[in-house]
């Protein structure tokens, strides 16, 4: 099993500010089909092949608008060295192995003409990531490890998170969580998600995941709930923006960019939101700022194809967080 890239010099003691991501690395065909798929025979729709994955989108969109990103995962041995170039292209480290004996998790994204997706998974090589994939330095000159709920849903990976939340704890870190999607987060079980995300003092779902965490019927009020269990809950509304709840209070709520164009596809949307919140966080946004940061990547995210930001336009985009 080849190992994973060296770090870099980091920021020192006191002043880290670095963001791990603990998450899945996939590769991604995206099918953008104009009119519904027919069973038993062909529809026309333009195919792309992207580079994917939850946390790793979130690491590739972090690094994108200027956070010092890295992305703890496992590739395949069919793709690895192109998953690879992708994240370091755009600016992350990437601490990754490479599967010997699977390939890498692959999603078939088929996308109707609203941007909405349906998806077929298969987890390949991100199924079998375990703590032999940690390393000791992985939290040297981190402010956050952030960690895709992929990753708690094999009994490995599960055990990879509770060494890495162990260590984040006793190094004064602050750790994140995304609660990934309803169905295995549902077959995970909600009492069992919660217990293992206690640590976290900030957890970013979607509408449906914090309707479904809390019981409730309204998306302020899970916010809210969520919040008096970790500190801070941000809650992704798509195209009706998003809120933030801290300490059982509503700190801010925001509207979906008003500059964003035509949803092309819907994929990474939610994770370059919270690469943009995360990353003016440890900017030193407020919550209304680093809201408003996490709607327009997103808003940038659903204007492409594929969940990752475009290179090749800059390597690192960055948003004015204070205004002059």
Same mark, same amino acid.
């Given at each position: 099993? #080849?190992?994973?890239? @060296?770090?870099? *010099?980091?920021?020192?003691?006191?002043?880290?500010?670095?963001?791990?991501?603990?998450?899945?690395?996939?590769? =991604? &065909?995206?099918?953008?089909?104009?009119?519904?798929?027919?069973?038993?025979?062909?529809?026309?729709?333009?195919?792309?092949?992207?580079?994917?994955?939850?946390? !790793?989108?979130?690491?590739?969109?972090?690094?994108?608008?200027?956070?010092?990103?890295?992305?703890?995962?496992?590739?395949?041995?069919?793709? +690895?060295?192109?998953?690879? #170039?992708?994240?370091?292209?755009?600016?992350?480290?990437?601490?990754?192995?490479?599967?010997?004996?699977?390939?890498?998790? &692959?999603?078939?994204?088929?996308?109707?003409?609203? *941007?909405?997706?349906?998806?077929? $998974?298969?987890?390949?090589?991100?199924?079998?990531? #375990?703590?032999?994939?940690?390393?000791?330095? !992985?939290?040297? *000159?981190?402010?956050?490890?952030?960690?895709?709920?992929?990753?708690?849903? $094999?009994?490995?990976?599960?055990?990879?998170?509770?060494?890495?939340?162990?260590?984040?704890?006793?190094? =004064? %870190?602050?750790?994140?969580?995304?609660? !990934?999607?309803?169905?295995?987060?549902?077959?995970?079980?909600?009492?069992?998600?919660?217990?293992?995300?206690?640590?976290?003092?900030?957890?970013?779902?979607?509408?449906?995941?914090?309707?479904?965490?809390?019981?409730?019927?309204?998306?302020?009020?899970?916010?809210?709930?969520?919040?008096?269990?970790?500190?801070?809950?941000?809650?992704?509304?798509?195209?009706?923006?998003?809120?933030?709840? %801290?300490?059982?209070?509503?700190?801010? &709520?925001? @509207?979906?960019?008003?500059?964003?164009?035509?949803?092309?596809?819907?994929?990474?949307?939610?994770?370059?939101?919270?690469? *943009?919140?995360?990353? +003016?966080?440890?900017?030193?946004?407020?919550?209304?700022?680093?809201?408003?940061?996490?709607?327009?990547?997103?808003?940038?995210? &659903?204007?492409?194809?594929?969940?990752?930001?475009?290179?090749?336009? !800059?390597?690192?985009?960055?948003?004015?967080?204070?205004? =002059?």
């Amino acid at each position: 099993m #080849s190992q994973p890239t @060296a770090l870099p *010099g980091r920021t020192g003691p006191g002043g880290a500010a670095g963001l791990l991501v603990i998450g899945d690395i996939v590769t =991604d &065909v995206v099918a953008i089909h104009g009119t519904p798929v027919a069973s038993g025979t062909d529809t026309d729709a333009d195919i792309a092949l992207r580079p994917g994955g939850s946390g !790793a989108n979130t690491a590739a969109w972090a690094a994108y608008l200027g956070a010092d990103a890295r992305l703890l995962g496992r590739a395949g041995y069919d793709s +690895a060295d192109w998953h690879l #170039s992708e994240l370091t292209k755009v600016g992350v480290t990437p601490l990754v192995l490479t599967d010997p004996d699977y390939p890498t998790a &692959v999603v078939i994204a088929m996308v109707d003409p609203s *941007g909405e997706r349906s998806m077929l $998974t298969n987890r390949g090589a991100g199924g079998r990531i #375990s703590p032999a994939d940690w390393r000791a330095d !992985a939290l040297d *000159g981190v402010a956050r490890l952030h960690l895709s709920a992929y990753t708690f849903f $094999t009994p490995s990976g599960l055990d990879l998170v509770r060494l890495a939340v162990a260590e984040a704890v006793s190094r =004064d %870190v602050t750790i994140s969580v995304d609660p !990934a999607s309803t169905g295995p987060l549902r077959a995970f079980g909600l009492d069992r998600f919660l217990a293992e995300t206690a640590a976290a003092r900030l957890i970013i779902p979607n509408r449906d995941e914090a309707l479904l965490l809390t019981g409730e019927s309204d998306p302020e009020r899970a916010a809210l709930a969520l919040s008096r269990r970790y500190g801070t809950a941000v809650v992704k509304l798509g195209g009706d923006g998003a809120l933030v709840a %801290v300490d059982g209070e509503l700190r801010a &709520v925001a @509207a979906a960019s008003g500059t964003a164009g035509a949803v092309v596809d819907s994929t990474g949307a939610g994770d370059a939101f919270a690469a *943009g919140y995360l990353t +003016a966080k440890l900017q030193g946004a407020d919550e209304p700022q680093a809201l408003e940061q996490g709607i327009k990547a997103g808003a940038e995210c &659903v204007a492409l194809v594929g969940g990752r930001p475009r290179y090749g336009l !800059a390597t690192k985009h960055l948003y004015p967080i204070h205004a =002059d």
